[in-house]
């Protein structure tokens, strides 16, 4: 699960607030893992207690609509966007790595198509069996932490401030740039499939369903499991945002391009001659880095890049299985899977990699990030609403207090990524496109109130249960493994 808090744009939203808050906004990375961390912890509850993962239970449980599956099949949708929109930012990471490393001799078309292949190889490892394919993850989270890490101790920012930022809430100063990338940072952090799949990642366990006592015990490890994963995560966030905030917060274009003109590099003209504050990305943040810290900061970044891109790969993989398998109850092949998500994620990424620059393909990460804010009620709303079912959970249901903060935990997260959604589309500064998302809207908040309507009763305001129209199914256990193990 670590894994999936270190995707590229997740990087890019860490180096984002560095160069624009500077440390103020560390607090927030704080608080956005933390709560990443509760929503792991019902997921995981609920994978263990039920036996099913979250989309195996929406689909058994949320009522059908004129005798079709249509609540199902949007949440189906919904989830299958945030998988691809996460495979998309997977290639654009390991194709700017590429051209990185390779001193822009492998540009960047060619390494879209390069991680065509790096399916294949997980593939491979993933015949060898699970633990296998979880030490190949935990490599790469070590290169990861040394790379980032490299960078941190390199650079050296102030530790008082560091501190500082990370404790005390404030941001003093701070207008709307500020606050829009504070919302990014929650948006960038819980990505609504990685529910989804940490509810599955559970039953690869074997665990007595039957036993209270092992089932409470299990809940318990997990707990420390998921801690752990989350801490290790969080600290690769804090040396990227630190890192940045240090040393290119307030910097200005025409300071970076004349360091870039000083230190003979050849990319000093991705900064333009003006005094409007710098504006970085993950392939500019390699350049700048390189301008200031020499060379290896440039390639170790990169390698870091790379790391992140390709360690989540397979956790799409794995989500898109689960979620398809859970909805449609369709079974296909890893290799199939993988085929479809990577041929609808290239795609796209291929043609502005062919025919734009890096600026738009890098841009293109602050696209997929608004995606997935908009993805994550749909993996929010369900998993509080099945976590407080006595009728499905039994003795592991809800409590009161539960009910109530995650109800307002899970209000206040939806709230900031729709706001997150409406700045970006009024930055867009086009009527027909404003007309278009109207309509989207229209039909999106209404799937959202839909779902709302279903955790209100399930929560236990019985009132909007209407002639006692919402009636969910008793629990059925299911002691299986998912096919995962070998």
Known sequence: MSIAYLDPGNIESDLQSGAIAGFKLLWVLLVATIIGLLLQRLAAR???????????????????????????????????????????????????????????????WAGVLITIFDTFVFLFLDKYGLRKLEAFFGFLITIMALSFGYEYVRVAPDQVEVLKGMFVPYCSGCGAAQL?????????????????LHSALVKS????????????????????????????????????????????????????GQKCNESGSPHSDLFPANNQTLEVDIYKGGVVLGCFFGPAALYIWAVGILAAGQSSTMTGTYSGQFVMEGFLNLRWSRFARVLLTRSIAILPTLLVAVFE??????????????????????????????????????????????????????????AINIYFVVVYVFAL???ILYVFSAILSFAYLSFILYLMWHCLIALGVSCLDFRGSVRYPPAVLVDEQPELDS
């Open 429 to 431: 500064n086009n009527t």
């Open 205 to 256: 366990r074997d665990i007595n369903r039957g036993n209270k006592k092992e089932v409470k015990e299990a809940n318990k490890y997990y707990f420390i499991e998921s801690s752990i994963a989350l801490f290790i995560s969080f600290l690769i966030n804090v040396f990227v945002v630190a890192v940045f905030a240090e040393a290119f917060y307030g910097k200005t274009n025409m300071e970076v």
């Open 357 to 414: 620059d890096v600026q738009h393909l890098t841009g293109m990460n602050d696209f997929l990030n608004v995606l997935q804010s908009m993805q994550l009620p749909f993996a929010l709303i369900p998993i509080l609403t099945f976590t407080s079912l006595t009728s499905l959970m039994n003795d592991f249901a809800n409590g009161l207090m539960w009910k109530i903060s995650g109800g307002l935990l899970i209000l206040g997260v939806c």
């Open 46 to 108: 609920l994978g263990v207690v039920t036996g099913m993962h979250l989309a195996e239970v929406c689909n058994r449980h949320y009522p059908t609509l004129c005798l079709m599956q249509v609540p199902r099949i949007i949440l189906w949708l919904m989830v299958e966007l945030a998988i691809i929109g996460s495979d998309m930012q997977e290639v654009i990471g390991c194709a700017i790595a590429f051209n990185l490393l390779s001193v822009g001799r492998i540009p960047l």
């Open 180 to 196: 829009e990338q504070a919302v990014g940072i929650v948006g960038a952090v819980i990505m609504p499939h990685n529910i989804y």
